[in-house]
Structures are given as C-alpha cells and as structure tokens.
C-alpha cells in the first residue's frame, strides 16, 4: 500500500525521540565547526525550480574541502571538473541545499542546510587553494539548520572495513564508459582513467 499521509507515514515509523528533534540548531557551534575543518568530503543536494533533484560530492583536503564564514555561512569551493554544473544550475534557480559532512573511519554524519549562492571570488580564496590553485568558485551557504546525525546507514552498509569492499565487482570505469559509449575506443579510456593521469587534472 502507498503510503500518502503523514499519519500514515507516523503510524508505521512512529515519534522521534525528543533529544533527536532538539539537537537541530540554527547556527553552528563550535563542535560543529570542528568536525567541518576535519572532513575531506561533503555531498551538495541540490533541487532545479521543478523539484529534479541532483547530489553531487565534494572532497579535497581536510581543511580545504569547507570552509567556516561565521556561525551562520560556510562556503564550498568548486574545482575543475566536468562543467556540468549540474547542482550550479539548480542553485540559480532554487537556492535551497542539503549537505552531509562525512569524515572517513566515522559512523556518524553532520548535515548543514540553508540557503546558497554562488561567489567567483571572497577573501578567503586564498585560504581555500590546494597545490597553489584557488577555487574557480565557492558555494556559500547560509546556514538554516545544522545537526549530527546517528551512525546507522553506516553500520549497516560497514562501508569502514576493508574486508567488506569489492571494488572488482564490477568492471573499470574505463569499461563502463564503453558499454554506454560504445563509439570511443577503451584502450584510450584506459589510458585517460588512470589514477595517476586522472590526478593530472584535480587542481
């Protein structure tokens, strides 16, 4: 059965307890500004003006990848990729974003989200520069809410330990981008796909 009401929805999954719903905050504090400063990656939610949502992660060095405004605003640069801009372009239609904070070996997550807008330049560029290169961009956002959030997803998925990873499950990167993309050649793929050509371009 479809669930269609919020009644419905509370019947089956029941009340958060009260210290889940209280530990929202509309402003960082400092424990939150900590775990902002020792995450090496955040994922960017973002929804265009139809409701066609995009998420799209983030990393860079701890320190580099967020950087903390005030209270009240970080900013997230943006480096050379793709230019899809995908999340960009739903931002300059619907300026609300959803953020997840993770540092690697923790279960545990911290989620900002708020209001953004896109900046090609701030005074703290330079802060943000990794191997001598500062962002092309940064997606600052006000803050509307901040919390923690539990360890579950994560210990469900023991996305931490090694011995679970199957990274060969599935063929190279190089290889899926010829099953969907037959016309190119996958010896070049293979060649492009390389770790150590791929980091070539990070910055």
Sequence with gaps: MEITTPEQLREIVGHPHPTVV????????????????????VFLATSDAEGRLDVSPKGD??????????????????RPGNKRVDGYLNVLENPHVGT??????????????????IVDDADYFDDLAVKGQRPILALEVEV??????????????????????????????????KALLPELD??????????????????
Excluded: Q
């Design 22 to 41: 209280e530990k929202v905050r509309p402003a960082l504090h400092r424990v939150h500004i900590a775990w902002l400063k020792a995450c090496p990656m």
């Design 61 to 78: 060095p701890a320190g580099k990848v967020v950087h903390v405004v005030d209270d009240r605003r970080i900013a997230i640069p943006e």
């Design 100 to 117: 997840i904070a993770v540092i690697p070996g923790r279960g545990d997550t911290l989620r900002v989200n708020g209001a953004a807008r």
């Design 144 to 177: 509307d809410e901040v919390f923690f959030h539990c360890s579950k997803a994560f210990l469900r998925s023991d996305l931490w330990r090694p011995d679970t990873w199957t990274p060969d499950a599935l063929p190279s990167t190089a290889k899926i981008t």
């Design 186 to 203: 996958e010896d070049e793929l293979e060649k492009a796909f390389e770790e150590t050509e791929f980091r070539k371009w990070l910055y």
